[in-house]
C-alpha cells in the first residue's frame, strides 16, 4: 500500500494548565526513514500479521500494549481494563474456529503530539475464515493511542466501533 509524504504542523490542542500544545499531523510516507507515522502503523501491522500467522500466541499480538491498556470494542457492554484482561478474553477467542487470513488499514491518519503521544485513526478491512472455508469480510472504525516508551511505541488504548454497511 503507498501512501504520498504530507506533513502538515497545527498549533491546536491545549494542555490541563491551558497552554497550548504541538500537533504534528503526519501522513505515512518519509522516503527511505521511517517517521512516527510509519512506527505505529507498522507496530499495528505486526500485531495482525502474528494474529494471522497464529492466532493462539496471544503474548506475540499484544507485546507491544502496556500492562494498563484499555479497550471499547463491540463485543462487550464496558470498557476492557488491562492488557492481563485483553489477553484473557482474546487467548478464549483464539479458540474459535474463524480465524483472521485478511487485514487492511484504509484512511489512516496519524497525530502526533509533543513527540511522545500518537493518536491513529482509521477504517478496518479484513477477512475470516471459518472451519469450513466459508469467508465472511470484517469491517470497523478504529482509533488506537500510543506513547512513546524507551524510543518504541507503545499502545495504551484503543477503540472499535462497527462499520455498519450503507443502507440501500
Known amino acids: 500500500m503507498h501512501f504520498e509524504h504530507e506533513n502538515k504542523k497545527?498549533?491546536?490542542g491545549i494542555n490541563r494548565?491551558?497552554?497550548?500544545l504541538g500537533l504534528h499531523d503526519e501522513r505515512v510516507g518519509s522516503a527511505g526513514?521511517?517517521?512516527?507515522s510509519d512506527a505505529v502503523i507498522t507496530t499495528v501491522k505486526a500485531q495482525w500479521a502474528a494474529d494471522i500467522k497464529d492466532p493462539t500466541n496471544v503474548a506475540?499480538?499484544?507485546?507491544?500494549?502496556?500492562?494498563?491498556?484499555?479497550?471499547?470494542?463491540?463485543?462487550?457492554a464496558t470498557r476492557v481494563d488491562s492488557k492481563a484482561t485483553n489477553s484473557r478474553l482474546a487467548e478464549g477467542a483464539a479458540k474459535s474456529s474463524?480465524?483472521?487470513i485478511a487485514a487492511e488499514m484504509l484512511n489512516p491518519k496519524v497525530?502526533?503530539?509533543n513527540g511522545d503521544v500518537a493518536v491513529l485513526t482509521y477504517n478496518y478491512a479484513g477477512l475470516t475464515?471459518?472451519?469450513?472455508?466459508?469467508?465472511?469480510?470484517?469491517?470497523a472504525k478504529s482509533t488506537r493511542v500510543f506513547v512513546k516508551r524507551?524510543?518504541?511505541w507503545v499502545l495504551v488504548h484503543a477503540n472499535f466501533a462497527s462499520d455498519p454497511l450503507p443502507k440501500q
Not at 17 to 20: D, K, P, S, V
Not at 60 to 76: A, I, M, P, V, W
Not at 129 to 139: Q, S, Y
Open 10 to 12: 497545527n498549533d491546536v
Open 17 to 20: 494548565g491551558g497552554r497550548l
Open 33 to 36: 526513514r521511517p517517521g512516527n
Open 60 to 76: 506475540e499480538q499484544s507485546k507491544d500494549q502496556l500492562e494498563d491498556y484499555t479497550e471499547f470494542n463491540g463485543q462487550y
Open 98 to 100: 474463524e480465524k483472521r
Open 111 to 113: 497525530q502526533v503530539y
Open 129 to 139: 475464515i471459518d472451519k469450513d472455508g466459508k469467508t465472511e469480510p470484517n469491517r
Open 150 to 152: 524507551d524510543n518504541k
